[in-house]
């Protein structure tokens, strides 16, 4: 049983690059996030998707795009990459339509952007 | 003011004592309040949830609620050198429904 899955795990971009990040759960869960992990910072939420066919903004959505391409996947798209892009980005998903606060997360994506 | 506050650390507490770990939240209409461990280079996971006013245990850990102060800790009795990571404490509900809120997490070392 995988849970969520994320790839690429690692990722070194140039300024201007775009990418996506992908992540795909096994648990039929409904709702699907995208947080990025900044030191000092704790987790901030970049775009969530509550049930297949939605998606909204999160507290930090700029340059950033997201699909939801059915009820187990879940893409984060960089357009154009800035260095202020390199994060840890945690995918994560819940069982509720809507959140219950039991998130599980992928193992993450380290992303550098030069 | 942020949304959800907790004290960066790092704690450090000696093998066998109780670790206390606080946060504070500003949205008074918040309903749901969960503590996440983040072991360094992993992904962080749930470890207690409170929905109510009170005291909730769960083997060694014992988290607290009180809405009134609009705060949240978590208790770690008995602490061991496996309980050394960083303790996220996350919010939903009130005006932030549909997402879960993090503070910026506080690091606890237990050393032996």
């Known amino acids: 049983n995988a849970g969520v899955t994320q790839t690429p795990k690692f990722q070194v971009l140039k300024t201007g690059q775009s990418m996506t990040l992908q992540c795909a759960q096994d648990?039929?869960?409904?709702?699907m996030y995208w947080y990025r992990q900044d030191p000092g910072m704790g987790l901030r939420l970049i775009y969530y998707?509550?049930?297949?066919?939605?998606?909204d903004k999160g507290e930090v959505p700029n340059g950033y795009n997201v699909s939801r391409l059915n009820k187990r996947e879940f893409s984060l798209r960089l357009e154009s990459a800035a260095p202020s892009q390199t994060s840890v980005y945690f995918c994560?998903?819940?069982?509720?339509?809507?959140?219950?606060?039991?998130?599980?997360f992928g193992e993450g994506s380290r992303l550098t952007v030069l | 003011q942020k949304e959800v506050e907790q004290n960066s650390g790092p704690l450090s507490v000696p093998e066998g004592a109780i670790a206390s770990l606080n946060c504070t939240y500003s949205?008074?209409?918040?309903?749901?309040f969960f503590w996440y461990r983040q072991y360094s280079g992993k992904s962080p996971e749930l470890i207690m949830s409170?929905?109510?006013?009170g005291d909730k245990e769960d083997g060694r850990f014992t988290a607290q609620l009180n809405k009134a102060s609009q705060y949240v800790s978590l208790l770690i009795r008995d602490s061991q050198p496996s309980d050394s990571a960083t303790y996220l404490c996350?919010?939903?509900?009130?005006?932030?429904?549909?997402?879960?809120?993090f503070g910026q997490g506080t690091i606890l070392t237990v050393h032996p």
């Open positions: 949205d008074r209409g918040s309903q749901s």
């Open positions: 994560a998903s819940s069982p509720g339509l809507g959140l219950t606060g039991e998130l599980f």
């Open positions: 998707s509550a049930s297949e066919g939605t998606t």
């Open positions: 648990m039929n869960h409904n709702s």
């Open positions: 409170i929905y109510s006013n």
């Open positions: 996350a919010v939903a509900g009130g005006t932030s429904y549909g997402k879960l809120t």
